[in-house]
């Protein structure tokens, strides 16, 4: 006994000296971090106090604006050709513009590329800032700067889409295999070389896919520019409304509609075209490629490997019906680029004389000042567009995971199902969210409850797409072994599908908040409640000094928002 004693000893002794797994104090946080906002959330809802049985009594107030209304009206037909093609052509310009300034941000913002910190700091904080700026605002400086027209809607359109494009173009480039490029580096190649040979064939799907769906997301947002004089289909609708002209108002809107879905399909198209099986898995990419509902894409960045039976022989590939589809697709994205710049009828003296305006338009945004409302009345219209911004999220986030796990393929209980959800999330991304306030305002009234509403109906179709996506991403093991173990299709997406694709989902609901604070700020200027009102407001009075204080409150609000975001993503990880 003493022997077994002695010899149990150490083992216990050890066991006891053990120390015990400590938990990560940063991931501690931010778990508490998560339940604060997720309060604050609940707290703001509360707030607003949005009322189900409220909205249906409010029916009656649709019901007699309608029949004001009578039927819908819309331009001239050439006139109505006119504003979708200049519409379409700045959109277009806009995008083209960021992704060309994206891709020397993006290099020196990879953590794998980049010539050192200091240049990755500056590149970050640049897309960061363009992302915090709200292209109205821009849109506001670019009309004192330049002709009213196309320009000011292009200019503002690319500087604000740097932020989104940037972004994604650099997580592409530090995803890359980095063996060609070291190939490259150590048979004497540059690194224009590096890049143009072991970088970017292996980021252009990723990039036309940002490129394509970034288009789609300016197209929707060029509706609010019309309102600080953009020329295009949303200063149409802009006069339309403020004339009480509704018939006409609600006319365009539906012309806008229709034209968010048509460049839907439009872009799954060119995807197919060009990318192939890496084209993505939206429903308009099944319908319209060749590989039936069974095939499954290559996983991200992994590009198809060709084998060849010599260097020649890949110096000559044949001409094959995709190599053929391909190249068209390219040739007709160049002539869609240059016919965009055409029909948007850039004044182009302005690219020469605007730098003498410069100085008198940035003293009259400075220094930034709150005017007759004061900082109280401005600070709380700002409060209450965050509170927006946070109950809108909390409502999207609840109903997206529902919508979005049911869009995706390992979830869906049959393709059906899984289409169908695709086709309703395609549906409310093309509804332009200022849209949508301007119909809940006619049944609900002017207030944060119908912008509420618009920001949490048009974001799930945003992230009701990023969460299907994100889960069809997952690891199928740990899904396997649970069906293989006998667990149902529930008990599979709570115990193996929905805990893979958690992280996906925190950040996707970080970048939604992100993008909430600012369509919030411009739901208020068709009376959505929040800043928006004042900003609008002080922007047609020309008291660029107020809008110079509530650019600076909302610049402040989402870099916290964007710190707060990263850090959640480094901890997470």
């Known amino acids: 006994m003493t022997l077994l004693a002695s010899a149990a000893s150490p083992a216990s002794t050890v066991a006891a000296r053990a120390p015990r797994r400590r938990r990560d104090p940063q991931r501690i946080a931010a778990g508490v971090s998560l339940l604060i906002l997720a309060g604050l959330a609940v707290w703001a809802l509360a707030r607003i106090d949005i009322s189900i049985p409220g909205m249906l009594d409010s029916a009656e107030n649709a019901e007699r604006f309608f029949a004001r209304v009578g039927g819908l009206e819309f331009p001239e037909p050439l006139e109505l ?46 897309g960061v800032l363009t992302r915090a700026l709200p292209d109205v605002v821009l849109a506001m400086v670019f009309v004192l700067l330049f002709s009213l027209g196309a320009l000011p809607g ?38 224009l070389q590096e890049f143009t040979v072991g970088i970017l064939p292996q980021v252009m799907p990723s990039w036309v896919a940002t490129v394509l769906h970034r288009n789609d997301i300016n197209l929707r947002g060029s509706v609010v520019l019309g309102y600080v004089g953009v020329a295009g289909l949303g200063l149409e609708m802009s006069h339309a409304f403020k004339s009480l ?44 490629s060749r590989r039936g509902a069974g095939a499954r894409p290559s996983p991200p960045g992994e590009a198809p490997v060709a084998a060849f039976a010599s260097v020649e022989a890949a110096m000559r590939r044949p001409w094959t019906a995709g190599r053929i589809r391909g190249t068209a697709a390219a040739w007709l994205a160049v002539a869609a680029v240059v016919g965009g710049v055409i029909v948007s009828e850039i004044t182009w003296g302005d690219v020469f004389t605007f730098w003498g305006k410069i ?19 401005i600070a709380a219209a700002m409060l209450e567009t965050i509170e ?13 995971i529902v919508v979005g796990s049911l869009a995706a393929r390992n979830v869906a209980p049959n393709p059906a199902a899984r289409s169908g959800f695709r086709l309703l999330l395609v549906g409310i991304r093309g509804i332009p969210e200022l849209i949508l306030a301007i119909v809940l305002i006619v049944i609900t009234g002017l207030g944060a409850q119908a912008g509420t509403i618009a920001l949490a109906v048009g974001g799930v179709g945003l992230l009701g797409k990023l969460i299907a996506d994100s889960l069809e991403e997952v690891p199928r093991g740990p899904e396997r072994a649970l069906i293989a173990g006998g667990a149902s299709r529930t008990q599979m997406f709570f115990g193996a599908t929905l805990p893979q694709g958690a992280q996906s989902l925190v950040g996707h609901a970080f970048y939604l908040l992100d ?38 409150m909302i610049l402040v609000t989402v870099l916290l928002v964007e710190g707060l975001a990263m850090w959640m993503r480094r901890v997470f990880k």
């Open 81 to 126: 050709l006119r504003l979708t093609v200049l519409t379409v052509g700045l959109v277009l310009t806009g995008t083209v513009l960021a992704a060309a300034l994206s891709v020397p941000i993006a290099y020196l913002a990879a953590e794998n590329t980049t010539p050192g910190p200091g240049w990755r700091a500056a590149a970050r904080f640049t």
């Open 154 to 191: 292009i200019l503002a359109i690319g500087i604000h889409s740097i932020g989104m494009i940037s972004k994604l173009f650099a997580d592409a480039i530090e995803q890359i295999d980095e063996g060609p490029r070291r190939a490259i580096r150590a048979a004497g190649g540059s690194r």
């Open 245 to 288: 002209n509704y018939g006409l108002g609600l006319g365009i809107a539906l012309v806008i509609f229709l034209l968010c879905v048509a460049m839907e399909i439009v872009s799954s198209a060119v995807r197919v075209a060009m990318l192939g099986e890496r084209a993505g898995t939206g429903v308009f990419v099944r319908l319209l």
């Open 359 to 377: 100085p008198a338009v940035a003293s009259s945004f400075w220094p930034p000042n709150f005017g007759s409302y004061g900082f109280e009345t």
């Open 388 to 400: 927006i911004a946070l109950a809108a999220t909390l409502i999207t986030v609840v109903v997206s």
């Open 515 to 552: 993008t909430n604070v600012r369509a919030a700020t411009l739901l208020g200027i068709v009376g959505g409640g929040g800043v928006g009102y004042y900003l609008l407001n002080a922007g047609q009075g020309s008291n660029y000094q107020l809008v110079g204080s509530i650019v600076l």
